[in-house]
């Protein structure tokens, strides 16, 4: 299974945003975490298609696009033309929430669920053959620089029961708090994907903190 770390461009130097894409270009980071809040869903804005695709014209590593927003059966296919290639939607915006990841599928893109930290992994219950990814926010979704919520762990660790033997090769993604700090006990608990904001961005060298955060896994893995 592949370890994935994947920085959050919401907290990245928008003055400046093309040499932070080309850093996470060239760092050890694995994926793009694209951010996208509507100020409805979520207590936020960030931003809609003009930053993304300024975003795909310099990435040149994967588009992992959290849609924070109602209604995003609205506009599924227009991310997927902006360049995105995992969408992922919130279970708790989603009234028809399979006929939403049969659209990511149909727009060419893989499917991904999140899931607030008051909603349990249980509800996915239906949908899990059909997912590529899990989302789990350690952190209630909208802001940036939150103290990490603990009940994640074992949220991870029902998730990964949930998925034995059903859809074993779900990427289980964790966003919020996440840090050279937990990292390892993250791996421990079950997740393989990882999205970092602050953690990485606020750091004097960027570069030199994906590498540190790579080598935890890496140790996380051998122990």
């Not at 990435?59 to 992992?64: F, Q, R, T």
């Not at 990292?183 to 961005?201: D, K, R």
Request: proline share 4%.
């Amino acid at each position: 299974m592949k370890y994935i770390i994947a920085p959050s461009i919401l907290s990245a130097d928008f003055g400046n945003l093309q040499r932070d894409i080309e850093m996470i270009n060239q760092s050890d980071a694995d994926w793009f975490h694209v951010d996208v809040m509507d100020g409805v869903f979520v207590p936020n804005i960030s931003f809609g298609f003009p930053v993304m695709a300024a975003v795909k014209k310099h990435a040149i590593k994967p588009l992992d696009v959290h849609l924070m927003i109602v209604e995003p059966d609205k506009y599924i296919e227009e991310f997927a033309r902006a360049g995105a290639d995992r969408i992922t939607v919130h279970y708790e915006a989603c009234t028809h929430l399979h006929r939403t990841i049969q659209l990511i599928r149909s727009s060419g893109c893989k499917a991904g669920v999140a899931l607030n930290p008051h909603t349990p992994v249980t509800l996915l219950q239906d949908v899990i053959e059909d997912l590529d990814l899990v989302l789990i926010m350690s952190v209630n979704p909208g802001f940036g620089g939150q103290a990490f919520i603990h009940n994640t762990y074992k949220k991870i660790k029902d998730l990964k029961t949930l998925i034995q033997g059903v859809n074993e090769n779900l990427i289980i993604e964790v966003d919020g708090g996440v840090g050279l700090q937990n990292i390892a006990a993250l791996v421990s608990a079950g997740a393989n994907a990882f999205v970092a904001g602050n953690a990485i961005f606020a750091t004097d060298d960027p570069t030199e903190t994906i590498a540190e955060m790579k080598q935890q896994l890496i140790t996380s893995i051998n122990i």
